[in-house]
């Protein structure tokens, strides 16, 4: 009985050990600093910056909750220097499909233009909060480079967005603010698939560029009215 209980234990214990191991092994994330564009009056939403590899290989799209007086800030900002498209957050550190899956009030500094290239911090320490999360996806290497232009298109009536669809390198990440006067486009769903061009994966013009777009066959116009984003070299 003695010898039963011992190893009882023995086994017990190395399963839980396993287990753990196995736990510890799923999620390779550590703790860093997640940049995201960040845009919008209307709704306020921010972008995740993402690379291909660990941890900043997620496409994420959110929609931010920030408190009255940083959203008069921020949305005063953008139309003070209708000039600078660009807006970015720089989060506290976390652990990034952590906070995804259990949200939690987060500190941002706020900067006009990119944080890490030459952006003006226009406010520090900002409490921001996950109200919506719009799009996540965790890039897989295994996955083919699409061959077509695709974008997810997000908004409301009053503002709409697209963002490139990115798969493997490689890509590039390009955010669009639009307008489309079609209200299927914008209704019932947090986001929708819609392709460019078939025949090419590239980016799409800018300001005044109408363009017709394909979302399950039928055919919508869009007008481009500013580029917010287009990256590159974090995505070779």
Known sequence: MKFYSISFVFFFFM??????????????????????????????YASHLP????????????????????????????????EYNTYMIEPETFILPDMIQNPRPFKVNLYRGHFERGGKK??????????????????????????TTNFIFFGNTKEQFMAHQITNKPDFDQILQVKTASDALVKNDKYKVINVNKSENSPIGVAGNDIQVDVNGINYAITVLKQLYLEFDDLK
């Open 122 to 147: 226009i406010a520090s320490d900002i409490v921001v909060s996950i109200k919506q999360v719009i799009f996540y996806k965790k890039f897989n290497a295994a996955e083919a480079r699409s061959g």
């Open 15 to 44: 399963t839980l050990a396993s287990a753990q191991h196995q736990h510890n092994s799923a999620n390779t994330d550590v703790p860093s600093t997640h940049g995201m564009l960040i845009f919008g009056k209307e709704k306020i």
């Open 51 to 82: 690379m291909f590899h660990s941890p900043h290989d997620y496409q994420i799209i959110l929609e931010l909750e920030l408190d009255n007086n940083a959203k008069k800030l921020f949305i005063a900002d953008q139309e003070n220097n209708s």
